[in-house]
Protein backbone atom coordinates (compact mmCIF):
# COMPACT_ATOMS: atom_id res chain seq x y z
CA UNK A 1 0.00 0.00 0.00
CA UNK A 2 0.70 3.19 -0.96
CA UNK A 3 -1.12 6.00 0.98
CA UNK A 4 -1.10 10.26 1.25
CA UNK A 5 -2.68 11.30 4.49
CA UNK A 6 -4.32 14.51 3.96
CA UNK A 7 -5.95 16.92 6.34
CA UNK A 8 -5.49 20.01 8.77
CA UNK A 9 -2.83 20.21 11.39
CA UNK A 10 -3.98 18.09 14.49
CA UNK A 11 -6.68 16.30 12.60
CA UNK A 12 -4.47 13.07 13.82
CA UNK A 13 -3.10 12.01 10.91
CA UNK A 14 0.32 11.63 12.31
CA UNK A 15 -1.12 9.53 15.19
CA UNK A 16 -3.32 7.27 12.74
CA UNK A 17 -0.28 6.77 10.30
CA UNK A 18 1.82 5.51 13.27
CA UNK A 19 -0.81 3.03 13.97
CA UNK A 20 -1.59 1.85 10.45
CA UNK A 21 2.24 1.44 9.57
CA UNK A 22 2.58 -0.90 12.73
CA UNK A 23 -0.34 -3.16 11.43
CA UNK A 24 0.87 -3.58 8.06
CA UNK A 25 4.41 -3.40 8.38
CA UNK A 26 4.12 0.31 5.96
CA UNK A 27 7.45 2.77 6.03
CA UNK A 28 5.96 5.93 7.85
CA UNK A 29 7.54 9.01 6.21
CA UNK A 30 6.60 12.31 8.24
CA UNK A 31 7.34 15.51 6.42
CA UNK A 32 6.77 17.55 10.00
CA UNK A 33 8.90 14.78 11.57
CA UNK A 34 11.98 14.65 9.56
CA UNK A 35 12.04 18.89 9.59
CA UNK A 36 12.02 18.86 13.19
CA UNK A 37 14.65 16.41 13.31
CA UNK A 38 16.72 18.64 11.07
CA UNK A 39 15.88 21.28 13.70
CA UNK A 40 16.83 19.50 16.89
CA UNK A 41 19.98 18.44 14.72
CA UNK A 42 20.92 21.95 13.89
CA UNK A 43 21.79 20.84 10.30
CA UNK A 44 21.68 23.66 7.59
CA UNK A 45 18.32 22.40 6.17
CA UNK A 46 16.75 22.36 9.96
CA UNK A 47 18.26 26.13 10.29
CA UNK A 48 16.83 27.00 7.09
CA UNK A 49 13.45 25.66 8.42
CA UNK A 50 13.20 26.43 11.70
CA UNK A 51 11.43 30.06 11.34
CA UNK A 52 8.88 28.78 8.94
CA UNK A 53 8.06 26.22 11.25
CA UNK A 54 7.71 28.42 14.21
CA UNK A 55 5.63 30.45 12.58
CA UNK A 56 3.49 27.79 11.13
CA UNK A 57 4.35 28.52 7.99
CA UNK A 58 5.06 26.22 5.38
CA UNK A 59 9.19 24.92 4.40
CA UNK A 60 10.04 26.24 0.76
CA UNK A 61 9.08 23.34 -1.41
CA UNK A 62 12.55 22.45 -2.67
CA UNK A 63 13.77 22.05 0.87
CA UNK A 64 10.73 19.04 1.89
CA UNK A 65 10.78 17.13 -1.93
CA UNK A 66 14.32 17.10 -1.50
CA UNK A 67 13.73 15.31 2.19
CA UNK A 68 11.01 13.19 0.62
CA UNK A 69 12.87 12.09 -2.05
CA UNK A 70 15.66 10.37 -0.34
CA UNK A 71 13.37 8.88 2.04
CA UNK A 72 11.49 7.16 -1.18
CA UNK A 73 14.48 5.44 -2.61
CA UNK A 74 15.10 4.33 0.71
CA UNK A 75 14.40 -0.03 0.48
CA UNK A 76 12.66 0.48 3.58
CA UNK A 77 9.67 1.67 1.14
CA UNK A 78 9.56 -1.39 -0.32
CA UNK A 79 6.82 -2.83 1.64
CA UNK A 80 5.06 0.19 1.11
CA UNK A 81 4.53 3.78 2.53
CA UNK A 82 2.69 6.60 4.54
CA UNK A 83 3.21 9.62 3.59
CA UNK A 84 2.18 11.99 6.47
CA UNK A 85 1.72 15.72 5.79
CA UNK A 86 3.50 15.63 2.46
CA UNK A 87 2.61 16.52 -0.09
CA UNK A 88 0.87 19.90 0.74
CA UNK A 89 0.80 22.13 -2.27
CA UNK A 90 0.01 21.25 -5.94
CA UNK A 91 4.07 21.66 -6.40
CA UNK A 92 4.16 18.91 -4.05
CA UNK A 93 1.92 16.73 -5.66
CA UNK A 94 3.04 17.24 -8.97
CA UNK A 95 6.58 16.59 -7.65
CA UNK A 96 5.37 13.57 -5.80
CA UNK A 97 4.03 12.32 -9.15
CA UNK A 98 6.93 12.41 -11.36
CA UNK A 99 9.26 10.77 -8.38
CA UNK A 100 6.41 7.47 -8.10
CA UNK A 101 6.55 7.93 -11.80
CA UNK A 102 9.97 7.45 -12.59
CA UNK A 103 9.66 4.46 -10.00
CA UNK A 104 7.22 2.32 -12.08
CA UNK A 105 4.54 2.80 -9.01
CA UNK A 106 1.31 4.35 -8.12
CA UNK A 107 -0.60 5.92 -5.24
CA UNK A 108 -2.83 3.26 -3.92
CA UNK A 109 -5.24 5.76 -2.21
CA UNK A 110 -5.12 9.78 -0.89
CA UNK A 111 -7.07 9.41 2.74
CA UNK A 112 -8.98 12.71 3.68
CA UNK A 113 -9.10 13.31 7.45
CA UNK A 114 -11.55 15.97 8.34
CA UNK A 115 -13.18 16.98 11.84
CA UNK A 116 -14.06 20.02 13.53
CA UNK A 117 -12.18 23.04 13.57
CA UNK A 118 -12.93 23.41 17.00
CA UNK A 119 -11.92 19.72 17.80
CA UNK A 120 -8.60 21.04 15.97
CA UNK A 121 -7.95 23.83 17.95
CA UNK A 122 -8.32 21.57 20.92
CA UNK A 123 -6.32 19.09 20.10
CA UNK A 124 -3.69 21.30 19.01
CA UNK A 125 -3.23 23.19 22.44
CA UNK A 126 -3.17 20.25 24.37
CA UNK A 127 -0.82 18.24 22.49
CA UNK A 128 2.19 17.53 24.43
CA UNK A 129 5.44 15.76 23.01
CA UNK A 130 8.01 13.84 24.20
CA UNK A 131 11.52 15.37 23.34
CA UNK A 132 13.74 12.62 22.74
CA UNK A 133 11.35 9.73 21.05
CA UNK A 134 8.61 12.42 19.87
CA UNK A 135 5.46 9.88 21.68
CA UNK A 136 2.53 12.48 21.51
CA UNK A 137 0.25 12.67 23.95
CA UNK A 138 -2.74 15.15 24.72
CA UNK A 139 -3.74 16.46 28.19
CA UNK A 140 -7.41 15.96 27.95
CA UNK A 141 -7.98 12.89 25.42
CA UNK A 142 -4.37 10.78 25.52
CA UNK A 143 -2.71 11.47 28.72
CA UNK A 144 0.72 10.10 29.77
CA UNK A 145 0.04 7.62 32.52
CA UNK A 146 3.39 9.15 34.07
CA UNK A 147 1.67 12.35 34.26
CA UNK A 148 3.85 15.07 32.80
CA UNK A 149 6.87 13.07 31.69
CA UNK A 150 7.03 10.27 28.91
CA UNK A 151 5.88 6.62 29.32
CA UNK A 152 8.70 4.95 27.22
CA UNK A 153 11.66 6.69 28.04
CA UNK A 154 10.57 9.25 31.29
CA UNK A 155 11.82 12.48 29.32
CA UNK A 156 9.41 15.39 30.53
CA UNK A 157 6.73 16.55 27.45
CA UNK A 158 6.77 19.63 25.97
CA UNK A 159 4.50 21.46 23.58
CA UNK A 160 5.52 22.28 20.39
CA UNK A 161 6.84 25.30 19.45
CA UNK A 162 4.16 25.87 16.61
CA UNK A 163 1.19 24.37 19.19
CA UNK A 164 0.38 28.14 20.61
CA UNK A 165 -2.41 29.73 19.66
CA UNK A 166 -0.74 32.04 17.04
CA UNK A 167 0.78 29.46 15.00
CA UNK A 168 -2.24 27.57 15.25
CA UNK A 169 -3.98 30.20 13.30
CA UNK A 170 -1.99 30.66 10.95
CA UNK A 171 -1.23 26.85 10.52
CA UNK A 172 -5.00 26.61 9.66
CA UNK A 173 -4.76 29.60 7.03
CA UNK A 174 -1.81 27.94 5.03
CA UNK A 175 -3.74 24.93 5.31
CA UNK A 176 -7.20 26.46 3.71
CA UNK A 177 -4.79 28.33 1.09
CA UNK A 178 -2.32 25.81 0.05
CA UNK A 179 -3.48 22.23 1.21
CA UNK A 180 -6.63 22.23 0.51
CA UNK A 181 -6.33 22.17 -3.33
CA UNK A 182 -4.93 19.13 -2.61
CA UNK A 183 -8.55 17.21 -2.32
CA UNK A 184 -10.30 18.35 -5.35
CA UNK A 185 -6.80 17.47 -7.03
CA UNK A 186 -6.91 14.13 -5.61
CA UNK A 187 -10.31 13.51 -6.19
CA UNK A 188 -9.74 14.57 -9.94
CA UNK A 189 -7.13 11.84 -10.54
CA UNK A 190 -9.89 9.26 -8.72
CA UNK A 191 -7.63 9.09 -5.77
CA UNK A 192 -9.52 10.51 -2.77
CA UNK A 193 -11.55 8.78 0.49
CA UNK A 194 -12.57 10.38 3.04
CA UNK A 195 -12.60 9.32 6.94
CA UNK A 196 -14.21 10.92 9.52
CA UNK A 197 -11.81 11.90 12.73
CA UNK A 198 -13.58 13.02 14.96
CA UNK A 199 -13.83 10.86 18.45
CA UNK A 200 -11.84 8.57 20.02
CA UNK A 201 -8.55 7.50 18.23
CA UNK A 202 -9.28 3.48 17.34
CA UNK A 203 -12.92 4.23 16.39
CA UNK A 204 -11.33 6.54 13.76
CA UNK A 205 -8.69 3.87 13.14
CA UNK A 206 -11.42 1.36 12.73
CA UNK A 207 -12.95 3.30 10.07
CA UNK A 208 -9.59 4.06 8.49
CA UNK A 209 -8.97 0.10 7.74
CA UNK A 210 -12.85 -0.46 6.57
CA UNK A 211 -11.79 2.26 3.56
CA UNK A 212 -7.99 1.28 2.86
CA UNK A 213 -8.96 -2.82 2.66
CA UNK A 214 -12.25 -2.14 0.83
CA UNK A 215 -11.66 -3.59 -3.05
CA UNK A 216 -11.21 -0.08 -4.20
CA UNK A 217 -7.36 0.22 -2.81
CA UNK A 218 -6.98 -3.20 -2.14
P1 LIG B 1 3.41 18.79 10.91
O1 LIG B 1 4.16 18.04 11.97
O2 LIG B 1 3.03 17.91 9.74
O3 LIG B 1 2.23 19.56 11.47
O4 LIG B 1 4.42 19.87 10.32
C1 LIG B 1 4.99 20.87 11.14
C2 LIG B 1 5.55 21.99 10.28
O5 LIG B 1 6.57 21.47 9.42
C3 LIG B 1 4.56 22.65 9.35
O6 LIG B 1 3.78 23.65 9.98
C4 LIG B 1 5.50 23.24 8.29
O7 LIG B 1 6.17 24.38 8.78
C5 LIG B 1 6.54 22.12 8.16
N1 LIG B 1 6.13 21.13 7.15
C6 LIG B 1 5.81 19.82 7.35
N2 LIG B 1 5.50 19.22 6.20
C7 LIG B 1 5.63 20.15 5.23
C8 LIG B 1 5.44 20.16 3.82
N3 LIG B 1 5.04 19.06 3.17
N4 LIG B 1 5.67 21.32 3.15
C9 LIG B 1 6.09 22.43 3.78
N5 LIG B 1 6.27 22.50 5.10
C10 LIG B 1 6.05 21.38 5.84
Known amino acids: MRLVFLGAPGVGKGTQAEKLSSKFGLKKISTGDLLR????????????????????????????????REKLSDTSCSNGFVLDGFPRTVPQAEELGRVLDERSIDLSAVINFEAD???????????????????????????????????????????RSDDT????????????????????????????SQVASMGPIDSVFDSLVKVITADKHA
Open 37 to 68: EAVRNGTPLGLEAKSFMDQGRLVPDSVVIGLV
Open 165 to 192: KEAIETRLKVYQEQTAPLIAYYQNRNLL
Open 117 to 159: RDEIVNRLSGRRSCPKCQATYHTEFAPSKTGNSCERCSELLVQ
